[in-house]
T-cell receptor, first 111, second 112 residues
Framework: GDSVTQMEGPVTLSEEAFLTINCTYTATGYPSLFWYVQYPGEGLQLLLK?????DKGSNKGFEATYRKETTSFHLEKGSVQVSDSAVYFCALYSSASKIIFGSGTRLSIRP | DGGITQSPKYLFRKEGQNVTLSCEQN?????MYWYRQDPGQGLRLIYY???????QKGDIAEGYSVSREKKESFPLTVTSAQKNPTAFYLC???????????FGQGTRLTVV
């Protein structure tokens, strides 16, 4: 079945460092891909999305590109801030009409 | 404001009791989902529904039940058959066809 694998955490970086969180997927066809963010004690918020190959999703300085050839959707940000500390989830919309999430990556940014 | 509302935010129950978690949305979304999140874990799908009066089991449906009598509402009942019900429960909704999901704020259930 469809699945999402993302980088194990936690990830700890200093403020203004470059961030990459890896995400790869297994799916039938070309699913829509998403990154969500979760702050402590809250639900998930959509961070960005891409619906077809080579699409680049971007929001709040974060970017991810839908790579069909490597079945990947890695999240990047050029300069992280303390306020970016959260848990990040990669997800896809599967052929079975359900949303499948990766295990999440906890990101902590040191001032 | 449009959104998805889960209630209550915190819920305590004694072991052996059934409990129902509420999820309401006014986004006119057809699809609704229930996920369970354990500390430090990802989201696991319990049940999902693509249309009123129809729903499908997710990966961990045992010990849970749902209904979808109205488009706006998708309540989840945690039954006494669920062996380890203490968790954070998240409800979500989406437009049909691969678009993003909108999440509620979650209900933290503690069974003592």
């Amino acid at each position: 079945g469809d699945s999402v694998t993302q980088m194990e955490g936690p990830v700890t970086l200093s403020e203004e460092a470059f961030l990459t969180i890896n995400c790869t997927y297994t799916a039938t066809g070309y699913p829509s891909l998403f990154w969500y963010v979760q702050y402590p004690g809250e639900g998930l918020q959509l961070l960005l999305k891409a619906t077809k190959a080579d699409d680049k999703g971007s929001n709040k300085g974060f970017e991810a590109t839908y790579r069909k050839e490597t079945t990947s959707f890695h999240l990047e940000k050029g300069s992280v801030q303390v306020s970016d500390s959260a848990v990040y989830f990669c997800a896809l919309y599967s052929s079975a009409s359900k949303i499948i999430f990766g295990s999440g990556t906890r990101l902590s940014i040191r001032p | 404001d449009g959104g998805i509302t889960q209630s209550p935010k915190y819920l305590f129950r004694k072991e052996g009791q059934n409990v129902t978690l509420s999820c309401e949305q006014n986004l006119n979304h057809d699809a609704m989902y229930w996920y369970r999140q354990d500390p430090g874990q990802g989201l696991r799908l319990i049940y999902y529904s693509q249309i009123v009066n129809d729903f499908q089991k997710g990966d961990i449906a045992e010990g849970y039940s749902v209904s979808r009598e109205k488009k706006e509402s998708f309540p989840l009942t945690v039954t006494s058959a669920q062996k380890n019900p203490t968790a954070f429960y998240l409800c979500a909704s989406s437009v049909q066809g691969g678009t993003e999901a909108f999440f509620g704020q979650g209900t933290r259930l503690t069974v003592v």
